[in-house]
């Protein structure tokens, strides 16, 4: 993409959907796991890798999630009554998992940095200098960035972007004005920086990010800052596109910016919408 100027990177799940979002108009893929939608997104099977570069036209960077598995099933309630879904917190076993999937498709010759091919993850801990909880006694969540660290200096030269595991960080903070004077998600947002990430993938906190646009307009100015690539997400569609482009002034950012929409049929299918691509490319005009 130029210095200044909107795109639109699509998560497809299993190789024909990629092919299909590059047919369309998407200006970067991210590729997940086929039936992985209702998970949030896992990691591909090498397969798919093969099958989207062995067809497609490869002028398009790709980005490949590192997610081993989704929200586990069941989920803890803590005292103040705040449930913890645990989904971004992985074992030992499941970080090896990662870091082994990283250098298998690093290693398959597929990928091109110059392209801007990369990866996409986040680790998440509950605890980091003691500092597990706020004041009202509920969990606060911090980007490991032991973890992260190894992860993209395994991906090197890949770009790494760090996806909405972000948005558990920013839930951590206060709803109240004065909660916003030390937040938790600058916090966040230096570590991702300090880990080597290249981008940030958030839709300003949990839900939508239509509906988070005071906290997302702050996020994105750090960023800047930070030197982090900006990628919009969470429940980005045709119908209010052109409020968040406005919204955020995204049309007048020095710096490139994605929007990340699945844009899919709403049929509970995996299938990409050619009406929704096409809508939000306009507007992106």
Request: net charge negative.
């Amino acid at each position: 993409m130029d210095a200044h100027s909107l795109g639109l990177e699509i998560p497809a799940f299993g190789a024909s959907a990629a092919l299909s979002a590059v047919a369309l108009g998407a200006t970067r893929i991210e590729l997940n796991a086929q039936r992985s939608y209702g998970e949030g997104g896992l990691t591909p099977r090498l397969e798919d890798l093969e099958q989207f570069t062995s067809t497609a036209c490869r002028r398009l960077p790709l980005r490949v999630m590192i997610r081993p598995r989704g929200p586990p099933s069941s989920s803890t309630p803590s005292e103040a009554g705040r449930t913890s879904k645990r989904d971004f917190l992985y074992s030992n076993e499941e970080f090896e998992e990662m870091e082994a999937s990283i250098k298998e498709f690093r290693n398959t010759g597929l990928l091109d940095a110059s392209r801007g091919d990369g990866f996409v993850f986040g680790i998440l801990k509950e605890n980091e200098n003691g500092e597990g909880e706020d004041r009202a006694g509920r969990q606060r969540c911090w980007v490991d960035r032991e973890r992260c660290v190894r992860l993209v200096q395994t991906a090197h030269p890949f770009k790494c972007v760090f996806h909405r595991a972000f948005d558990e960080i920013v839930s951590c903070d206060d709803s109240t004005p004065g909660g916003l004077n030390r937040p938790t998600w600058e916090t966040g947002l230096r570590a991702v920086a300090d880990c080597g990430f290249d981008g940030i993938l958030t839709s300003g906190g949990l839900g939508r990010a239509v509906d988070n646009m005071e906290i997302l307009e702050r996020i994105i100015h750090k960023a800047r800052t930070l030197r982090l690539e900006i990628i919009i997400g969470g429940g980005v569609r045709m119908a209010n596109v052109n409020q968040i482009i406005q919204r955020l002034g995204l049309n007048t950012r020095t710096r490139s910016v994605y929007l990340h929409s699945a844009c899919l049929q709403g049929d509970g299918s995996e299938q990409i919408n050619p009406e929704e691509v096409q809508g939000i490319v306009t507007h992106l005009k």
